[in-house]
């Protein structure tokens, strides 16, 4: 008792040969194109490699150190430029220090006193983007993901709508309707699951052939969710969707909203991040009228696992007074600052990762231009890729052959790409080329490689 | 396009240097009992003085790195061995470099095929959790915080008795009904009102001078719930309430939820941790009956923000068939290997951070025992402090002293705790001893400090 039971001195060395062991094996092995991306294990072997099992007596420092290499050496290299698999591939080093820096600082972002860096820093933060959405003043709170921030959106257009959900339920309320197109994320469904209005809330309607909501199949899908006696909440539209990157057209939507009056929510999850570029910001014209956006600036921008924004129009507290619950071990009104800094009861948590500085410091290390860049370059990469493809003969739609050649690049660990299946279209591969790693040589990797491991099928 | 945007040599030249500021100040100073704990600033300075706003252009390397050390310099010192003010004071180096890794493989605990390692490792970690609460079998994810953890419990309850609540929502279902103690955490309200079932929903059963759950009172509010009409649904009992520390009767209140086959979920957010302890495991006597466990490992055994463990009895796969909307972009059912490792449609969020891999670290570094040890020693810093505490005099509680103590200490920076009142108690200091840092001279430090400061009052 008389004496603390962790040696800093001792820890910190630990630490400190960890880093380098993580530099080594991650950061410079793992984004080094003539690496693996994955080194496959069946889950049995990789178990028993991994020697999981919890016991009662500790283990010796460099059996630790070891212990580190090895989740290493098995763990997938996102950051390796032929990870094509999903939209978090990418490192970006000022982000990375960022989010040492918040592991090692272990605050709760939910009081000033706690953590008066970041309550002002998210709140900058939170400007800066809605002020790329064009809103000068709003609301706001980093949420641990997409599929949270767009539930948040759910959550608020029906208390606004019918406060006393708060207290009494969603038994108080008629039952509620929320539109959204087949192409949105799974979170729509996720959340009218989780917040009680079940998935037969969630209307879906039509698309082009684009993947884009139909405007005029909403209102038409409105009125008739009236006579049926519903009544119409919120349009959860898409600012790329997941599988085809569709951008919803706002504008057009939110004329229909405004006639409606209803709550128009924006899942801006991986298309956020356009607003940064000049030259693709059109995609999302009428953003500005949404009452809410959700947007991940850990998918394009690369600020890291996890970095999602809810950003929200209101000006009336809305938020605080939806989520409240007012704890007096917390948020004491009796403190010697001003509480209205103690933004924790903004959230349904309680206790808040800093999800801020990573993305704070990164884009003060490149500036908004920087940030076009990358969005800019993705879109160019996409492009490439297509006219590549075209030059190319044998590249088409054989539904059963994307698991097999899937399967063949992760037991080579050469590459990783998603594939999926579309309407009657069969599997494609769903290649991601955000990351700002990637260049030519390595989307020919690709297209070689698809080549190489279809050959002799 | 031809090249990548990224340096990855310069980047980790500045990751290098970022590390050795965040050891040397957020490591070796943040933990010196001779540094301050915090270096207060009026949010309008602290402002100025970071400089927060977002700007076109990007910055130098050094200026970088002197915005790292000013974000570390005005940050709380939570690690510091004067921080009594929250659950998650202190740190592990162990846990710590677990948490660097994970930052580094930026991955997503959705697949096997991006997360090969903590697919395996997130399960053998919940395993070793069940079997502490006495479970040979069953299920478990870890979430974004307790108060999700213990939303979940919620979520699952209602669907186990009714299924239809998924697709059709609450309006289908009979209005439910919620026990728990105003000792509980607000959570439990804030979950209410986010799932759709109202604050009202959630009733409160009375406490003993201890603050813990009266099992005949529970009886009582059930019976008369059910003449109200309501359908009990679930008992959310604390072992640790966040205020008093107290644990409820899990035993008794198991008789009552058996007798009306009521869901018993425990939130053990903080009090979970004592199931390590031979000496204090009794608090939680009967818990082994309970469905559903909340236990946060980021707060007594300093696994750092966030760790928090959803623990489940079931063995029906009742989480997947709850959460589940079979993404076919993730959760595609044609891959080469077994698509039950595919657990991240247990979830209601997309994107989950990987937040087991601390805590194996950590757990392998000390083995059980060794957290064993840091629960014995934190209760052995309570008995310590409450001696000293009847050896002075002028403890005592006035209502109007903390809020001016606690700002002295702060401008000051020499110490952190947090006040709060209590029913009719007014505002009292409540000191968190958990962190394995402190011994005696810290909790002597406490008791002088509170003296020092209140001394002219």
Redo the contacts between chains.
């Keep these: 008792?008389?004496?603390?039971?962790?040696d800093?001195a001792?820890?910190?060395l630990?630490?400190?040969e960890?880093?380098k062991i993580?530099?080594e094996e991650?950061?410079?092995k793992g984004?080094d194109a003539e690496e693996k991306v994955?080194e496959?294990?069946?889950?049995e072997s990789?178990?028993l490699l991994?020697d999981?099992?919890?016991?009662?007596?500790?283990?010796s420092q460099d059996r630790?150190l070891q212990?580190?290499r090895d989740?290493?050496k098995?763990?997938?290299k996102?950051?390796h430029?032929h990870f094509f698999?999903?939209q978090?591939g990418?490192?970006?080093?000022?982000s990375?220090?960022g989010?040492?820096?918040t592991?090692?600082?272990?605050?709760?972002l939910f009081t000033?006193?706690?953590?008066?860096?970041?309550?002002?820093?998210e709140t900058?933060?939170l400007k800066?983007l809605r002020q790329l959405v064009g809103w000068t003043d709003g609301d706001g709170i980093f949420c641990?993901?997409?599929?949270?921030s767009n539930?948040y959106a759910m959550?608020l257009a029906r208390y606004k709508l019918f406060p006393e959900?708060?207290?009494?339920?969603?038994?108080?309320l008629p039952?509620l309707a929320i539109f959204s197109s087949p192409g949105s994320?799974?979170?729509v469904?996720?959340?009218?699951?989780?917040?009680?209005?079940?998935?037969?809330?969630v209307i879906l309607v039509k698309v082009d052939d684009g993947g884009r909501m139909i405007p005029e199949d909403l209102d038409a899908k409105i009125e008739l969710a009236k006579s049926q006696g519903f009544v119409p909440l919120l349009v959860s539209c898409t600012s790329g969707t997941?599988?085809l990157g569709s951008f919803d057209p706002l504008d057009c939507i939110a004329d229909v909203c405004d006639k409606h009056q209803l709550w128009m929510h924006v899942d801006a999850a991986w298309g956020g991040s356009v607003l940064f570029s000049k030259q693709h910001r059109h995609l999302m014209k009428g953003v500005e009228r949404a009452k809410s956006v959700s947007w991940?600036p850990?998918k394009m921008l690369l600020a890291?696992?996890?970095c999602?924004a809810f950003l929200l129009q209101d000006t009336t507290n809305l938020l605080k007074r939806?989520?409240c619950?007012?704890?007096?071990?917390?948020f004491?009104q009796?403190?010697?600052?001003?509480v209205n800094?103690d933004i924790g009861d903004k959230s349904?948590?309680?206790?808040?990762?800093v999800d801020c500085?990573k993305l704070?410091?990164m884009?003060?290390?490149?500036?908004?231009?920087?940030l076009e860049?990358?969005v800019d370059?993705a879109f160019?990469?996409v492009r490439?890729l297509l006219e590549q493809m075209k030059k190319r003969d044998g590249f088409q739609l054989v539904s059963t052959v994307a698991?097999?050649i899937?399967?063949r690049m992760?037991k080579e660990g050469t590459m990783?790409v998603?594939?999926?299946?579309l309407g009657d279209l069969g599997?494609f591969f769903?290649v991601t080329v955000f990351s700002?790693?990637?260049?030519?040589k390595d989307m020919d990797f690709f297209l070689d490689e698809i080549e190489r491991l279809g050959k002799c099928l």
């Design positions: 008792l008389a004496d603390p039971l962790i800093h001792e820890g910190q630990f630490l400190n960890a880093f993580i530099v991650v950061l410079r984004t994955c496959w294990r069946e889950p990789l178990a991994l999981l099992q919890l016991r009662d007596t500790g283990e630790l212990r580190v989740v290493a098995y763990s997938i996102t950051s430029p698999n999903q978090f990418g490192v970006d080093y000022h990375l220090a989010r040492f820096l592991e090692a600082l272990n605050t709760n000033y006193e706690v953590a008066p860096v970041f309550v002002l820093m900058e933060v800066a641990p993901g997409g599929s949270t539930m959550n959900v708060k207290t009494k339920g969603l038994w108080a039952r994320h799974y979170s469904q996720k959340g009218a699951s989780y917040l009680g209005f079940g998935t037969d809330s997941t599988v991940n850990h890291g696992l996890q999602s939806c989520n619950a007012n704890a007096s071990y917390l004491q009796d403190k010697f600052y001003d800094l349904v948590q309680c206790s808040r990762k500085l704070w410091l884009w003060k290390a490149v500036g908004s231009t920087g860049h990358r370059k160019l990469h490439y698991p097999v899937k399967e992760m990783m998603g594939y999926q299946p599997n769903r700002p790693h990637i260049c030519h």
